[in-house]
């Protein structure tokens, strides 16, 4: 069992345009397949999940419900149509298992959850009365009575909740919050990440110092991370040689007049180059392996503050890995990844057009979504 909880399962079993799906996920895991096969729809139901275990609402994770209801599907007698998605996180306590099912219409709502540990519930909810804004949730207790039963919001993830609601009193609701626990922990120490060139290009404002999603302050994060780790910095320059055209000895910023920074690459006797006369695919390849280089403290993610870092696994979420990228510098952001992802702090989901060449990165699993 793994030290860290971590989500190892995504189960899609009517979302968008899965159906009774089950994608395993390891510590480097890229979803592969044509246009329209899935790809994004996966990683959108991963972040979805992430954000509920975050405690954000459903209107806030899913603007447009009716995107996810399966195509084609058919509304029942009242009317009713949504969609089923879950994940197991395996950890200290072994695999746990969450289901959701989310009405779309003719409202979002939450209609049923079930939280297992090796078949046996220990948590579940359903709507029972359509004109309340509450699920009914019932808990194992294992004390004097068997089950503890509450209403809960329909708007939001239950599990998330029950380290608030669940006394921890009985072995029974000491199980309960572990599993819940171990769920959010996994669930909430996610990063979605998708390097936007164009906002790379300009000179970064001063800021927290963390790295945006879409990368758009890389400048200024590259400021702080080049004097707080020489090893790691290392590191990144290595990447940028394998990953821009050219000899790079070095990755540094510079301060301008307006106290702007903007980021610089060293080419030893030919000078430097702004990052922002990259291409587009050597500005993704940067950002994403600076990403890849760092973690939770540089990345601006909500980590469990409550839990030590060394409990917590950070998984990036990049749709489109291979967005504006040839061949070797996916295969060299590739290798990165799957030695980064070996150390167990770090993990990656990813979405790419086509997979890796076989046995080109040790420990990669790839999820075809082809025909």
Known sequence: MPERPCVTELALSAFAVHRSAS??????????GPSGSGKSSALRAYEALARLGGGAELGEVFPDPDACVPEQAR???????????GCTVDGPIGPVRLDLAVQAQPALRVVGERLSQGGHTLFDSALRDPSRPHVHGAWHTAGSAPVTRAPLPDDRLGTA????????????QRQV??????MVVALRSVFPCDPWPQGMRAPALPGSGRLLGGCDNLAEVLRRTSTECAVRHGHLVAAAGAGCAGSVTGVRT?????????????????????VGRLGDGELRFLALALVLLTGPGVLEVDPV?????????LTVLADGLDRGLDRGQVSALVALAGRMCARGHIRLVGSVTEPPRAGETEGLTVVDLGP
């Not at 994608?23 to 592969?32: E, H, R, S």
């Not at 503050?305 to 696994?313: G, I, K, L, R």
């Open 177 to 182: 919050l572990a599993a819940a626990e171990q």
């Open 23 to 32: 994608y395993p996920l390891g510590p480097l895991t890229l979803f592969t």
């Open 254 to 274: 510079e301060e301008l007049p307006d106290g702007r920074v903007r980021a610089l690459l060293d080419r030893g006797d030919l000078g430097v180059t702004p």
């Open 305 to 313: 503050v409550e839990v030590p870092s060394a409990y917590q696994t």
């Open 75 to 85: 509304p029942d007698a009242q009317r009713r149509r949504g969609f089923r998605i």
């Open 161 to 172: 909740l029950l380290p608030l609601r669940v006394a921890g009193k009985t072995d029974g």
